[in-house]
T-cell receptor, first 116, second 116 residues
Framework: AQSVAQPEDQVNVAEGNPLTVKCTYS??????LFWYVQYPNRGLQFLLK??????LVKGSYGFEAEFNKSQTSFHLKKPSALVSDSALYFC??????????????FGRGTQLTVWP | GAVVSQHPSRVICKSGTSVKIECRSL??????MFWYRQFPKKSLMLMAT?????????EQGVEKDKFLINHASLTLSTLTVTSAHPEDSSFYIC????????????FGPGTRLTVL
């Protein structure tokens, strides 16, 4: 069975400090990995994705994530957090070509709070 | 970028009535759309996969007679919550992949359903 784990329900950081939101996955084959962000009462907004190539992926709003195949992880990072980064973050994985087109498996979400 | 819209954004209805939620892909065609349900501060639960021209595929535990899905065209899928009850109150989000599974999947802004 495919699964995505976000081990932390809540991450708190001070503004200006680096932040990390963790994600690990368990899937068969080569996964496509995504990070989405959700603000209150809104849909999900795409941040970044890893399909193939360079393990370090840069995305929107200064976020980046590193694909680590040996550790089956795809942690989201940002060098300097902003208060406006406070939101709910979701890690997701799809199985790529040959799978149900677009079928995403989501982690449970991590609430990021950045203190001023 | 690709845009997915949902209508209405918020609906309040009486118990026992039916509510229809529309999901539209505005600038691309989507043979497949996904419907999710999200409880407060929780992850997204995939309810069903909407397939243009064929029956929807429901996830285990989702009542297909209660949550009717119709994929009427390549740009429109509808979710009808029939005989709604207070426990159906939730945030419903749709999504659509615009092309291959490597492409970013776009999410609608969500519909907040409150059943009195």
């Amino acid at each position: 069975a495919q699964s995505v784990a976000q081990p932390e329900d809540q991450v708190n950081v001070a503004e200006g400090n680096p932040l990390t939101v963790k994600c690990t996955y368990s899937v068969s084959g080569n996964p496509y990995l995504f990070w989405y962000v959700q603000y209150p009462n809104r849909g999900l907004q795409f941040l970044l994705k890893y399909i193939t190539g360079d393990n370090l992926v840069k995305g929107s709003y200064g976020f980046e994530a590193e694909f680590n195949k040996s550790q089956t992880s795809f942690h989201l990072k940002k060098p300097s957090a902003l208060v406006s980064d406070s939101a709910l973050y979701f890690c997701a994985v799809s199985l790529g070509r040959g799978s149900t087109l677009g079928r995403l498996y989501f982690g449970r979400g991590t609430q990021l709070t950045v203190w001023p | 970028g690709a845009v997915v819209s949902q209508h209405p954004s918020r609906v309040i209805c009486k118990s026992g009535t039916s509510v229809k939620i529309e999901c539209r892909s505005l600038d691309f065609q989507a043979t497949t759309m996904f419907w999710y349900r999200q409880f407060p501060k929780k992850s997204l639960m995939l309810m069903a996969t909407s397939n243009e021209g064929s029956k929807a595929t429901y996830e285990q535990g989702v009542e297909k007679d209660k949550f009717l899905i119709n994929h009427a065209s390549l740009t429109l899928s509808t979710l009808t919550v029939t005989s709604a009850h207070p426990e159906d109150s939730s945030f419903y989000i749709c999504s659509a992949p615009p092309g291959t599974s490597t492409d970013t999947q776009y999410f609608g802004p969500g519909t907040r359903l409150t059943v009195l």
